[in-house]
């Protein structure tokens, strides 16, 4: 049926051409930004389930890295702990040959000296032990060092911070009084060079190496959490990461192979279309 006013034929081709520019159109535009999804139109769902993954992997991300500082933080704290505990062990091996009978005044005043120097030398790591300007074993008397390790990737409140308090080392390198974990740990110069009171100090160095065992001990504990911390949030970003991936990223093969199924369909279509506006001109043959 032959109809001049209406074309239907070129009507339906040039529809069928916008809808398979328009799909040539979405995949070179997959290809070339490497997301299947680039509006909210393409997939409504998938965009707010991967919006949501998303805000959590840079949860996850930025708690790792806070992980990451607070391990390099325990070990700095760590080390100069353990420096101290070998001067505390040299400490209490002058003790105990200044408590001997055979060491003269000449050889106890040398005794004397080289605890000076191990005191004040304890004093000054205690006092220089920082991290990024935190000082982390230097405290007086009962006070301390409160850190809290924000661990959290920020989906919940629950488990999201570790904390520490480091009652530390303090020292008077003049006289050699001090505290270690809060508890006085006495090592005087006068007595630990006086052969009757030698003894006492070495017992109250014993006290000392006890207490910074305990903070030895808490500083190591917590080390190794954030270290399976460490290990769960980068598993746990690993695993977003994917799920982001699979919902977002655009599948190569699947969308080369639709670009050029389309781009055929085009090219069908433009030739279609040129021959539905040429069609009614036969028309013109009932006339002759």
Wanted: charged share 15%; hydrophobic share 45%.
């Amino acid at each position: 049926m032959f109809k001049l006013n209406t074309n239907m034929n070129a009507l339906t081709a040039a529809n069928r051409l916008r809808q398979t520019g328009a799909d040539a159109a979405k995949r070179l535009e997959r290809l070339s930004t490497g997301l299947r999804i680039n509006s909210a139109g393409d997939d409504p769902a998938g965009l707010g389930a991967s919006e949501t993954m998303r805000s959590q992997l840079a949860g996850q991300t930025v708690a790792a890295e806070n992980v990451g500082r607070a391990i390099s933080l325990l070990q700095t704290a760590d080390s100069s702990l353990e420096q101290i505990g070998n001067l505390l062990v040299r400490l209490k091996e002058l003790a105990i040959q200044s408590s001997d009978s055979t060491i003269s005044d000449d050889n106890r005043l040398g005794i004397s000296d080289e605890a000076a120097g191990l005191i004040a030398e304890i004093d000054r790591i205690a006092d220089t032990t920082t991290f990024n300007g935190i000082s982390l074993i230097a405290s007086a008397g009962t006070g301390a060092t409160n850190l809290t390790f924000y661990i959290g990737d920020g989906t919940s409140s629950s488990g999201a911070t570790a904390a520490l308090a480091l009652k530390g080392v303090q020292y008077t390198a003049a006289t050699g009084l001090g505290t270690i974990n809060a508890t006085a740990v006495n090592i005087g110069l006068a007595s630990i060079g006086a052969a009757s009171s030698a003894p006492e100090v070495a017992l109250a160095i014993d006290t000392g190496v006890t207490e910074l065992t305990k903070l030895l001990n808490s500083v190591g504990a917590l080390q190794n959490r954030m270290e399976r911390t460490l290990d769960s949030l980068l598993a746990g970003a690993e695993n977003t990461a994917s799920a982001i991936s699979t919902i977002r990223d655009a599948d190569f093969a699947q969308e080369a192979t639709a670009l050029t199924r389309a781009q055929l369909l085009v090219q069908a279509g433009v030739s279609m279309l040129s021959q539905a506006n040429v069609l009614p001109q036969t028309a013109l043959l009932l006339l002759i």
